[in-house]
C-alpha cells in the first residue's frame, strides 16, 4: 500500500494550527489560575469577616482600648508623651495594634486551622496555583487591616479628633510596610503551628507584650530602663514609630522605617516559600 506523504504547504498548515493551539491552551493556563486565586480571595474576605476571633481582637479590642486609655490620659500636650495630645498619640499609635492583631493573631489561627483539617491539601488537589493560597492570605490580611482601620478613625474622629498628618508619604509607607511585615509573619506563623489552638496561643503570647510594649501601653518615658530596652527592639515598636513620628511631627523616623521595610522582604519571601501549595 502507498502511504501519501503530506504536502509541504499542509505540514506547515498542521503545524501553525497546533502551534496556534498550544499557545491558545498556554493562554488560558495563567487566565484559569488567575481566576481560580481570585475567587480563592474573595472566598476568604467573606470568612475572615464572619470569624468571632477576628471580629473581636481586630475590630473591637483596639477601638475599645483606645477609648479607655486615650481617655486616661487627657488630651492637654504633655511632656511624657513628647509634648502631645496623649489622645492623638494613641489614636496614630493604634492603627499599628490593628496590624498586630491581624499579623499575630488573626491569620495564624486561621490558616493553622486549615492545615489542622487538611484544607490545604484540598487546595493543592483542586489545581489551584502554586502561591495562590499564600497570595490570598496575604490579600485578606490587609484588607482587613484596611478595613479596621477605617473603623478605628471614624470612631477615634468624634471622640478625640483624628491629628493632622505632618508627613503623609512616611506615614504611608510605614503602614503598608509594617501590615506586610506583620501579615506576612501571620501567614509564616500559621503554616507552622501544628493546630489552631497552639496558633491562638502563640500569638496572644506574642501579641499582649508587643502591644503593652510596642503600642498600645504606656509612654516610653514612664518604663523602667529594662522595660523601654525590650520594647525598643519589638518589632512592633518599630512599626509603631514609623507610624507615629512623621504622623505626629516627632521627626521622619527613617531608620525604623528602613528595619520595617527589610522585615517586611524578608517575612513576605519567607511566607511564600513555606505556603506554596
Known amino acids: 500500500?502507498?502511504?501519501v506523504s503530506p504536502s509541504p504547504a499542509a505540514a506547515s498548515a498542521t503545524q501553525a494550527e497546533a502551534a496556534s493551539s498550544g499557545a491558545t491552551a498556554h493562554r488560558a493556563a495563567p487566565r484559569r489560575v488567575r481566576s481560580a486565586a481570585s475567587r480563592l480571595i474573595r472566598a476568604e474576605l467573606r470568612l475572615m469577616v464572619r470569624e468571632p476571633l477576628t471580629l473581636t481582637f481586630v475590630f473591637a479590642f483596639p477601638i475599645v482600648t483606645m477609648?479607655?486609655?486615650g481617655g486616661s490620659f487627657g488630651t492637654a500636650a504633655d511632656e511624657e508623651f513628647e509634648g502631645t495630645n496623649p489622645a492623638h498619640w494613641y489614636v496614630a499609635s493604634?492603627?499599628?495594634?490593628?496590624?498586630?492583631?491581624?499579623?499575630?493573631?488573626m491569620l495564624p489561627v486561621h490558616i493553622a486551622s486549615y492545615r489542622e483539617r487538611g484544607v490545604l491539601r484540598r487546595f493543592a488537589a483542586?489545581?489551584?496555583g502554586r502561591w495562590s493560597f499564600a497570595a490570598a492570605q496575604v490579600v485578606t490580611g490587609l484588607a482587613t487591616i484596611a478595613l479596621a482601620s477605617v473603623l478605628l478613625l471614624a470612631v477615634a474622629a468624634p471622640v478625640y479628633g483624628v491629628p493632622a498628618v505632618h508627613d503623609w508619604w512616611r506615614v504611608v509607607a510605614g503602614l503598608v510596610a509594617g501590615s506586610v511585615a506583620f501579615v506576612s509573619l501571620g501567614v509564616l506563623l500559621g503554616s507552622v503551628m501544628p493546630s489552631a489552638r497552639s496558633a491562638q496561643a502563640v500569638g496572644l503570647l506574642l501579641f499582649f507584650p508587643s502591644f503593652l510594649l510596642g503600642a498600645g501601653g504606656p509612654p516610653p518615658d514612664v518604663m523602667g530602663d529594662v522595660l523601654r530596652t525590650i520594647a525598643s527592639v519589638l518589632?512592633?515598636?518599630?512599626v509603631t514609630q514609623a507610624v507615629r513620628g512623621p504622623w505626629l511631627g516627632l521627626g521622619g523616623a527613617d531608620v525604623q522605617l528602613l528595619v520595617v521595610v527589610g522585615l517586611a522582604v524578608v517575612a513576605l519571601t519567607a511566607s511564600a516559600r513555606r505556603t506554596a501549595l
Not at 493604634?94 to 493573631?105: C, E, K, S
Request: proline share 4%.
Open 94 to 105: 493604634y492603627l499599628t495594634v490593628v496590624i498586630a492583631a491581624t499579623g499575630l493573631i
Open 235 to 238: 518589632p512592633l515598636t518599630l
Open 126 to 128: 483542586a489545581g489551584f
Open 1 to 3: 500500500m502507498t502511504t
Open 67 to 69: 477609648l479607655i486609655i
